[in-house]
């Protein structure tokens, strides 16, 4: 069993930035692929960003590449995601996700957060 807390979440501007991070308990993080979703107002969630295991490999949406980045520590039992450059588009609810197959599919992940609140405003 994993629970996973979200924090981080916050109002920012335009070109602005936040951290977000997601704890997770249990003595089994290490060995979960974590990956970060987002669900705006209207719309269904989708994928932004996952890191493998053991951190060694990461993959994003094509919309969030080279703004956003994935890290993990798993002495914390913690995943990051750096979000950069931030705009309007990028306001929505951000969760995190453990899987031990996790990938961009929400099928592949077992545990999720509650989410926090990101808004960007212009």
């Known amino acids: 069993q994993v629970q996973l807390v979200e924090s981080g979440g916050g109002l920012v501007q335009a070109g602005g930035s936040l951290r977000l991070s997601c704890a997770a308990s249990?003595?089994?993080?290490?060995?979960?692929?974590m990956g970060w979703f987002r669900q705006s107002p209207g719309k269904e969630r989708e994928f932004v960003a996952v890191?493998?295991?053991?951190?060694?490999?990461?993959s994003y949406a094509d919309s969030v590449k080279g703004r956003f980045t994935i890290a993990r520590d798993n002495a914390k039992n913690t995943v990051y995601l750096q979000m950069n450059s931030l705009k309007p588009e990028d306001t929505a609810v951000y969760y995190c996700?453990?899987?031990?197959?996790?990938?961009?599919?929400?099928?592949?992940?077992?545990?999720w957060g509650q989410g926090t609140q990101v808004t960007v405003s212009s």
């Open positions: 890191i493998s295991w053991r951190g060694s490999s990461t």
């Open positions: 996700a453990a899987g031990e197959r996790g990938s961009r599919w929400q099928i592949t992940y077992d545990y």
């Open positions: 249990g003595r089994t993080f290490s060995s979960y692929n």
